[in-house]
């Protein structure tokens, strides 16, 4: 199948399959007589693999360093579960974060300064509530 094809059963850019083979993430396919990228089913596989890793969080240099195991005949599952644990950490992290800066938000309206500013009372008040 030609990259139009492809892209149109991934639901993606064409402009994203060609980054992809650029980078290396994606194998270079070989090409018709006139010159046409031909891509085969394990293209397909491998750009939905793509596709639902990066869904999930993963990164595109995280989706490689996978995607060499896979190619080395390594099995890529210990990785995996490795990024996986190491992704929700990020995202346990993120929440406390947003929480914080929700709660300071939430202050910053309760208290809201209409003392005189230069542009906005409101934004120039934060700087009281960091830390």
Sequence with gaps: MRIGELAKKLNVNPKTLRY????GLLPPPKRDSSGYRVYTEE???L????LKA???G???DEIKEIISLIYSGTSPCKCVEEKIRSKIQEIDELIEELKLRKKILQEILKKRSNTPAYFCPIIESISTFEE
Excluded at 20 to 23: H, L, P, R, S
Excluded at 47 to 50: P, Y
């Design 54 to 56: 990066k869904a999930v």
């Design 43 to 45: 293209h397909l596989r």
């Design 20 to 23: 992809w083979e650029e980078i």
């Design 58 to 60: 993963f990164k595109l």
């Design 47 to 50: 750009c939905q693999f793509i």
